[in-house]
């Protein structure tokens, strides 16, 4: 259950730098450079995610659970 808050808290963080970094286009008109600071904050925090992502599912803490993968068989006769 932690590892899943983590990666919302995650999600939410890069979905909040995105979203100020669009604020911060509009809004500053070309001008200073808190735009490229939260969309390199933006980047940042994706490759941590993922970087943890596969870590945790190396590691055991994250077990791939559900979906089965697809499998593709011949037709009868083909």
Do not use: C, H, Q
């Not at 604020?23 to 994706?46: A, C, H, M, P, Q």
């Not at 590691?59 to 006769?77: A, F, K, M, Q, S």
């Amino acid at each position: 259950m932690l590892i899943k808050i983590i990666i919302l808290a995650f999600m939410g963080a890069i979905l909040y730098s995105l979203a100020s970094s669009f604020y911060f286009l509009v809004n500053d008109k070309g001008e200073g450079d808190r735009t490229v600071r939260r969309l390199t904050w933006r980047i940042g925090l994706s490759l941590l995610l993922v970087i943890g992502l596969w870590v945790g599912f190396k590691l055991g803490w994250i077990e791939p659970t559900g979906v089965d993968p697809v499998r593709y068989t011949t037709p009868p006769g083909g």
